[in-house]
């Protein structure tokens, strides 16, 4: 029981101190901006409010995964105004990305981890109840987010993972197969060959940067983490990280958000990143909207973007401000890190905030541009402001 409490008790420091940086408008209603326009010009992508627009139903994903927002959209329209249907809309769009092996990030066949296996992550939570499925390290199983789903339906647990979860998908009817494919094992090996570089260790012997172990702690004093990473630094990029989180909305308001990947490439066996943790890789609540995350995982999941970007709506930020909230406090720590937030207010106005990359991309279908309903938008991604090139008057 103390270890419940001390657990629980930090847990609220940590949201507590998040939510220090959020500040609250003197409005005592939500204001809510609008960022359905492609044309994005500023980092967030912050578009004047237009009431004269149908926003909903809407679905929003991560990446240029055109396909599972093309079939998250049809599943959405088989209802009235998408009426029941977001859970269908975000579990089947997901999936489309797993089978289709979106950017190898994303199902089986990518990201090998060190024994040249792939594990996949996923989740689904439902706006409405604050209920979330979760699987995580699942092993020898295709339909990760189907999965978690069924942990949503039929358990009252919230996440399940590595070889309990892979036989609790068995006992609900899904078949076990390898995850491995030509083309993830020719990736391991090319790895293996090149001594497992980069890979994910420090402060062990031998040296990690030119074996590949087995390894054992190094007997010196802890060195600050910026020195650790500089030995051996292991770049978070786009092809080797693309969790896809997609968010439905139906007419009501109804909300559901889901996220599926197959983690960091050359991963240590047993890791699990953000996708999975709720407030972390998604979070949604019918009284507010709904955020996704997507990039370095490890260090994402320490700041629950997604929860941060939530809870900023509902404090009355608009979601261009709301999804760089979580971005900006990671900056503060991890200047070179990579990532990208969307953020989904409960009316359908939309925003995205990332840093690392130049720009990042995202799908949308919705009314609000009837010309055309599904679009890939982009957004100009945060710079560290140590990098600009300021020529002094």
Known sequence: MTRHLTGCLWLLCLVSMAFSDLAV???????FTSAFSSKTTSPAGTDAPNTNKTMLPMVINTW?????NVLAW???KQSKGGLRQTRNAVVEGCTKCEKLQCDRTVGYGGSPDESGETTLDAMVMDGSTLDVGAVAGLRRIKDAIKVARHVLEHTQHTMLVGDAASAFANAMGFESESLVTPESKDMWQQWTAENCQPNFWWNVHPDPKVSCGPYKPRPTPLTRWKEDRARNEYEIGRKNHDTIGMIAIDVEGNIHA?????GARHKIPGRVGDSPIPGAGGYADNEVGAAVATGDGDVMMRFLPSLLAVEAMRLGKPPAEAAEVGIRRIMKRHKDFMGAVIAVDRLGNYAAACHGLEEFPFMVSSPARPDKPTRLETVKCIANPEKLNIVPL
């Open 25 to 31: 408008t003197s409005s005592p209603k939500p204001t």
């Open 64 to 68: 240029n995964f055109t396909a599972a």
């Open 74 to 76: 049809r599943i959405l």
């Open 258 to 262: 889901g996220t599926s990947t197959n």
